[in-house]
């Protein structure tokens, strides 16, 4: 069983093999990025189905048919949902696992990640880094940045 903290999921598509699937992305306990695939959502029981920025436990292993260092197939019937991370405090809570996530500033950079490091899921952000668009929408930007790679 691994927890890990769900950061987003793609619409449910239409597949031959699964009948719908969607994809998760999510960040496990050590900071390590997590591809969840394929994850049949809309036929997951209700008690099960997670919501973004939610702790879930569950079983997986690394996909074998997908040699993406981050992907993973899940055990739908072993998900076990947790809390989850609001977004009080101008996303405090949020901030700390969004600065475990790999960030560039640009898709050349991206790309050299994924030649160096098999990379394929990371930030992508702005010349300045990726901010707290929260506090800016306010009008407050308290400075709040994080590091990318360039």
């Known amino acids: 069983m691994e ?3 769900i950061l987003a999921k793609t619409y449910p598509s239409p597949s031959a093999q699964y009948v719908e699937t969607s994809c ?3 960040i496990s306990q050590d900071g390590s990025m997590r591809r969840l695939y394929p994850v049949p959502f809309r036929m997951i029981e ?3 189905q ?3 920025w939610q702790w879930i436990d569950v079983r997986i292993e690394k996909a074998n048919k997908d040699h993406r260092p981050e992907s993973h ?3 739908v019937d072993t998900i076990t949902c947790g809390d989850l991370i609001d977004t009080k405090k ?3 809570g949020r901030w700390e696992w969004l600065d475990k996530i790999p960030a560039f500033d640009s898709f050349d950079a991206i790309e050299s990640g994924r030649l160096a490091d098999g990379l394929s899921i990371a930030l992508l952000c ?3 880094g990726c901010s707290d668009s929260t506090s800016r929408r306010r009008g407050t930007r ?3 940045t994080r590091k990318k790679r360039s």
């Open 3 to 5: 927890r890990i903290l």
């Open 24 to 26: 998760v992305a999510g």
């Open 46 to 48: 209700e008690g099960q």
């Open 50 to 52: 997670f919501k973004k």
């Open 73 to 75: 197939k899940l055990y």
């Open 90 to 92: 101008e996303w405090t």
């Open 126 to 128: 702005g010349p300045k």
């Open 142 to 144: 308290d400075g709040r």
